[in-house]
């Protein structure tokens, strides 16, 4: 039996870009499925299409075991989408955008009252549930778009990077209500760019480039086909970069990573601390300088060059917005948020 969500073949062309080229999707009811991918992937246009504001070109899709170009309506009924771009009116407070949804969703006005209180209860909002949603912080602002997703308790939802260009702290909190949220039973389809966010929330990840599912599994899975962990070392002097990557060469599982300009090498690695202490002390008895040694987990940008042979594209436009609308706290990438054990 197909699971929540369900697609087979899906297809979409904007002109002369097919931003799904295939796309086959089963998530089973109850768990959550991580979306991942760089900029540009088809993580949005995905959603869009699962979700029915977009007709796929050919393929087929089944949320909640309703067909989804054959019947908008009742998938639109069962299913909750809060987006990149979902709609937060900005004129209206907290509250008000609440009871909206809840009366588009045709709640009696009483009902969506005393939801839309809840709902600010529980997304930390009460304190401002009474001010324009324009006056809110990024934060704030993506846990209203949360909230608004949620008013009618769908079975089936679906969330478009719901913490890009947030900080750490909005962040996790985000994680907590979304796991709070699938404990219940929901399923859920979550798009991100970050390895982190998925290794959080997801049961199981499905990678997208161009269009196409090129991976999936547990994120255990995708770590250990990436290489597992990497050792990561900032040399002081230039000079020392050869002779630092055969060091790293002979400890390692893989190419060593350079970069010259920053004088960083990386090696994926097994066997975790204790290989650290040995990488280390092998650097020292050949008298290399170290700025900066670490041991950390893949991050996204590993997982695809070891997927793909490229990097994960740079921050776009796009990204760039959704961080300044957090008041420039600064982007969080999952370069940033990596676990990082510097050692002295
Ligand atoms: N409405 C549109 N018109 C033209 N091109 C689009 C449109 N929506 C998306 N695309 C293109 O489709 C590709 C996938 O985009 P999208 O699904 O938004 O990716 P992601 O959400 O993973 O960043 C990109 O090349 C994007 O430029
Ligand atoms: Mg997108």
Known sequence: MPGAIYAE???????????????????????????????GAGKTTAVRCLTTLLRPDSGRAVVAGIDVVRNPDAV?????????????????????????VGQLYQMKAKAAKARAGELLEQFHLAGAGDRP?????????????????????????????PTTGLDPRNRQQLWEVIKQLVSGGTTLLLTTQYLEEADHLAHDIAVV???RVIARGTSDQLKARTGGERVEVVVHEREHLTTASEVLHGFGKGEVALDEH????????????????????????RGIEIDDIGLRRPTLDDVFLSLTGHVAEEETAEGAEDTSA????????????RRKEATK
């Open 76 to 100: 639109r009924r069962s299913v909750g989408l809060s987006g990149q771009f979902a709609a937060v009116d900005e004129y209206l407070t907290g509250r008000e955008n609440l009871q909206m």
């Open 262 to 285: 920053i004088r960083r090498l990386t090696v994926p690695v097994t066997g975790g601390a204790k290989l650290l202490a040995e990488v280390i002390r092998e650097l020292d008895s």
């Open 209 to 211: 480039d161009h269009g």
């Open 133 to 161: 949603a324009k006056t809110y912080s990024g934060g704030m602002r993506r846990r209203l778009d949360l909230a608004a997703a949620l008013v009618v308790s769908p079975p089936v939802m679906f969330m478009d990077e």
């Open 326 to 337: 957090e008041g420039g706290s600064g982007t969080d990438s999952a370069r940033s948020t």
């Open 9 to 39: 073949g899906l297809v979409k062309t904007f002109g002369d870009v097919r931003a799904l080229d295939g796309v086959d999707l089963d998530v089973p009811e109850g768990t959550v499925l991580g979306l991942l991918g760089p900029n």
